[in-house]
């Protein structure tokens, strides 16, 4: 028998009281899974996940956890399974990076319970596994917006979830930052993580993904393995642009095909370095 999906979506309808957004939705993240969702601004990412996430109700279809009906999952037990990383905002209280994390924790204790050491060794090592562990005690409405992002996913590490949703986790890093979140989520899959997280970049989907969907307006139009799906074709379709276009934003100088270029981007750049 198969394990059960992380997460799997069944004929999803998704939208607001009055205006559908997509229908006919279904797909599934399997444990140790990525799968990578692209799709042109207002094409319904973030509606999707609030679905998924139970924070929207379907307009039709189900959304199942490990097996089990969405609506069905106590609130708690499901905050412990799922993992959500938002775009991140300044936020408005002065907690630590380290209370930030340790809030996920709670999810995993009663409501007043003071987190153990076991806690604070597991946030300690989230915030070090993201390359952030001396921001431990920096007030996360001072940090740049790139460290808070680094934060929230932290946070949602912390959980020690079977599915983690980001909402565009690279949007506001650098390209160090970058690199960076993407090698994590690669580490994440060797953890039995599932992975569902949006992007507008195509190149981080292709460096990341095992798979990746493709989402217009009104639903899934692609999904699949990552050279048959992010092809120049669809890839032009799916943003309305041509496919010189697509060609022309992945060519780099040294003709360094797009699925490696992040990568080998970053070891041109050290070889550059050494060589001035
Ligand atoms: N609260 C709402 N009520 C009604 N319609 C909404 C609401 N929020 C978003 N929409 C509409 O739903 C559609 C999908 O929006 P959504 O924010 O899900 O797109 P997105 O793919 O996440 O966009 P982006 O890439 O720009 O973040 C858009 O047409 C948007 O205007």
């Given at each position: 028998m198969s394990a059960a999906a992380a997460i799997e979506a069944r004929a999803l309808s998704i939208g607001y009281r009055n205006h559908?957004?997509?229908?006919d939705i279904s797909f599934a993240v399997a444990a140790g899974e990525v799968l990578c969702l692209l799709g042109p601004n207002g094409s319904g990412k973030t509606t999707l996940f609030k679905t998924l996430l139970g924070l929207l109700a379907p307009l039709a279809g189900e959304v199942r956890v490990l097996d089990e009906p969405?609506?069905?999952?106590?609130r708690a037990a499901f905050a412990r399974h799922v993992g959500y990383v938002p775009q991140a905002h300044a936020g408005l209280f002065a907690f630590t990076a380290e209370d930030i994390v340790l809030m996920a924790r709670t999810a995993r204790l009663g409501r007043f319970a003071v987190p153990s050491r076991h806690d604070r060794q597991i946030a300690a090592d989230c915030l070090a596994a993201l390359g952030i562990g001396h921001l431990r005690q920096r007030i996360y409405t001072r940090i740049s917006g790139g460290e808070r992002q680094l934060v929230l996913i932290a946070r949602a590490l912390a959980q020690q979830p079977v599915l983690l949703v980001m909402d565009e986790p690279t949007a506001s890093l650098d390209f160090g930052n970058q690199i960076r979140v993407l090698e994590h989520i690669n580490h994440l899959r060797t953890q039995g993580i599932g992975v569902l997280m949006s992007t507008h970049q195509p190149e981080h989907a292709l460096r990341v993904a095992d798979r990746i969907a493709l989402l217009a307006p009104g639903g899934l139009v692609g999904i699949g393995a990552p050279v048959a799906i992010a092809t120049p074709a669809n890839l032009a379709a799916l943003y309305g642009v041509t496919e010189d276009a697509v060609a022309a934003a992945f060519a780099f100088p040294n003709g360094i095909p797009a699925p490696t270029a992040l990568l080998s981007n970053a070891a041109h750049h050290r070889a550059a370095r050494r060589i001035s």
């Open positions: 559908c957004v997509g229908t969405v609506c069905g999952w106590p």
